[in-house]
């Protein structure tokens, strides 16, 4: 049974342009972080004054990057992984750990989801503050969690049904090693 025209390739298809508007996003966080950072650099530099926060501001940067692409990642099979054993398997067993994996992701994420939605919300019972050079609510950093891990589980359901309607053996597109 193939994908065909049915509800879950329009909802694939539509999963998809959701993560590749998050991976625009991230671009442009990290195209705003290196302006930040040059900017920063240049007026330290020149004028011996600068942003005391861009530093802040970057290390921030790097984790809403991080969690705005990693199920983009995923969804291309470029997501960090050990594919060296893949690669030695035969066809058929490599499909198998595959199958195995994908499983354990989609088991892993949603234990995080539960976990990242009890922080964000003991943070913002709690009023906890974030006190460095900015000052904001801590529940801001931890709220794209819950989110994050739950598009990663849905990828791997996405990921899992290739695999079951696929040819029966390693994913190419994520082997690095041949």
Partial sequence: ??????????????????LNGLAAAAALILLGAVLL???????RNLTRTGFPWANEVSEYALFFITVLTAPWLLRRG??????????????R???????????????VCVVLVRYSLIMTWDSWRLNSITIKNLV???WWTLAPLPVCFILLAVEFVFRFRRLLEGVKGRRHEATSVS
Avoid: N
């Avoid at 049974?1 to 959701?18: H, N």
């Avoid at 950072?37 to 007026?43: E, G, P, R, Y």
């Fill in 1 to 18: 049974m193939g994908w065909g025209c049915s509800p879950v390739k329009k909802a694939s298809a539509a999963y998809e342009r959701l």
């Fill in 37 to 43: 950072v040059t900017a920063d650099i240049l007026l």
């Fill in 78 to 91: 470029q997501h960090i992984r050990l594919d060296l054993l893949l690669a030695a398997l035969p066809d």
């Fill in 93 to 107: 067993l490599a499909w198998a750990m595959e199958i195995v994996a994908d499983l354990v992701g989609f088991a």
């Fill in 136 to 138: 904001f609510p801590e």
